[in-house]
């Protein structure tokens, strides 16, 4: 569903995506969408999944637990609404033309 989306929507997707942490252990996450929810980008994983996937926050990244379930398959029109919630924070050259901001407007934010 990612690679469709990222191919789709021309949005830069790394799934799944390893965040090393400081103490030397490793957390895997569905994806890292870069440019959405935050500078660094925001971190994907299953909303049944608890414990530490929280723990991107601490290092710069918004962080979603999605179901899974319902976006196992690509559904264009409500992934949009998805990325247009988490807000677009990259560079205005690189912003998709069908991003709108309709939903999340940011002003000199330093997310």
Known sequence: MWEQAEKDLEINVTAPFILELKDGRSLIYIARILDFGSRKGTLVFDIE???ELFV?????????ALNMEYYKSYNRKELIETLEDWGYFGEEKNRPNWYS?????VENSEQ
């Open 101 to 105: 901001g309709k939903y999340y407007k």
């Open 49 to 51: 999944e608890k414990s």
């Open 56 to 64: 991107g926050k601490e290092y710069g990244y918004y962080c979603s």
